[in-house]
């Protein structure tokens, strides 16, 4: 009898009324699981392990792992010993991910996008040492920005940043050092700070100096001098506007508007050996997004991220920006913008790993002289790019309108450059400030 009423309770949960789930509904929940241990998996052969070890770093975007956690969704799909892990900086997620939770470090990680394609060639690991990763989810669009100190509050500094450049130049012949911060070489903050920058016409390399500082150490090194501009994910933006450090000068959605930013990352070998784990990884967190991605959720996904185990960062710090409220500093307020933190979107567009996106961020790197010239883009992608793995999820949850290509096509920027996945050489020969002849 107990089993046929667990096997009703299960039926009648819908994947929607999990996500919004309130007391009940979870110890309903809690019921069926006696029955059905292992969530979807109950019925087969279940994950290969119970869990194992993802970092993150206190961003916002990194809320889908930390939700799946809180939420229980790890623990419906037959991961119960899941870990999520906070990182003092992306140079220690480098490094532990180099481990692996063998060597008692962690096989995969909420990752700026192009960490995949370092990583696996070597190019910012240990002696060269390539660690193969695959990127299997996307985590979000938008919401990351570029702030700069109050000394330059009075410039008309926004997403077009040439104001700038004379008073960086001033200050230079003043005998001074121009700072700019971004949080880890070839990532994705410091490619939308040196797109920003020679846009404007500034050079990232030789107008300014470049320095690495870890997110949650952005705010207080601007507070005592640190820096002059830097470019980092949410809550720190918000939080240097609330403290009146600093101010936005634009969210990097107005530089490139539904720009991929952090993924899901994992070690190659981890998801080879573990298949099934790695599709129960995939549901439990493609689900958080999509919980995450609901309007009325965002003030209990402020509540749940600020808490002292995940960020320690007050609430109005983190919900403004969620819900597309930007306060840019100097008075200047957008309600209910575009520009809001994105997790999920129409058929998991946002999710899905486009290849071409992929493609986009291994030419900028070759811009800028992180990769050489002669990279096979293509190959480097392919082998690293699971959107099959994704699609293997997505069926097995039910998605409707799933996207089924690699490309999102073509590519817009603020400044009216424009990038075709299937012509990168044509995006560079375009661009005035660059490491790489064409």
């Not at 089993?3 to 309130?22: E, N, V």
């Not at 991961?79 to 060597?103: C, F, H, V, Y």
């Not at 100096?209 to 470019?231: E, L």
Request: charged letters at 25%.
């Amino acid at each position: 009898m107990t089993k046929s009423l667990s096997a009703i309770a299960a039926r009648r949960i819908s994947r929607r009324t999990l996500l919004g789930a309130g007391a009940g509904t979870v110890a309903l929940l809690a019921t069926a699981r006696v029955s059905f241990p292992g969530g979807a998996f109950a019925q087969g052969a279940g994950p290969e392990v119970k869990g194992t070890r993802l970092g993150y770093i206190a961003l916002t975007d990194a809320a889908p792992l930390i939700i799946a956690k809180e939420k229980g969704l790890f623990d419906k799909y037959g991961l119960p010993e899941m870990e999520i892990l906070k990182q003092a900086s992306w140079g220690a997620t480098r490094d532990n991910i180099a481990l692996g939770t063998r060597a008692n470090g962690i096989d995969g990680a909420h990752l700026l996008r192009p960490k995949v394609h370092l990583y696996s060639t070597g190019k910012v690991m240990q002696n060269g040492q390539p660690t193969p990763m695959y990127t299997l989810l996307n985590l979000n669009e938008d919401c990351q920005a570029i702030s700069v100190a109050n000394d330059y509050r009075d410039l008309p500094v926004g997403a077009d940043c040439s104001a700038l450049k004379e008073a960086f130049a001033r200050k230079k012949a003043d005998g001074k050092d121009v700072k700019v911060a971004m949080t880890f070489p070839g990532g994705t903050h410091d490619l939308w700070l040196r797109y920003w920058l020679a846009a404007g016409g500034i050079d990232p390399d030789r107008d300014v100096s470049t320095i690495v500082v870890p997110p949650p150490q952005m705010v207080a090194n601007m507070k005592v001098g640190n820096m002059d501009a830097f470019c980092v994910g949410e809550p720190w933006n918000e939080q240097l506007v609330n403290q009146d450090i600093g101010f936005t000068a634009a969210t990097t959605g107005e530089i490139w508007f539904k720009h991929p930013e952090k993924i899901l990352g994992m070690r190659a070998d981890w998801v080879d050996a573990n298949p099934k784990a790695t599709q129960a990884i995939l549901m439990a967190v493609m689900e958080a997004q999509m919980w995450c991605d609901r309007m009325e959720n965002k003030q209990e996904l402020a509540g749940i991220v600020g808490k002292r185990q995940w960020f320690n960062v007050p609430v109005p710090d983190i919900i403004g920006r969620l819900r597309g409220d930007i306060n840019y500093g100097r008075g200047k307020i957008a309600r209910g913008s575009n520009l809001l933190m994105k997790f999920w979107g129409e058929g998991g567009a946002v999710s899905y790993p486009w290849k071409s996106l992929d493609r986009w961020f291994v030419t900028e790197n070759i811009r800028w002289g992180k990769f050489e010239p002669a990279t096979d883009i293509t190959a480097l992608v392919d082998r690293t790019n699971r959107a099959d793995l994704w699609r293997e999820a997505a069926a097995a949850l039910g998605v409707a309108n799933a996207p089924t290509g690699f490309s999102r096509g073509v590519e817009k920027f603020f400044d009216g450059k424009v990038f075709d996945p299937a012509d990168p050489a044509a995006y560079l020969k375009s661009l005035s400030i660059k490491r790489v002849d064409v």
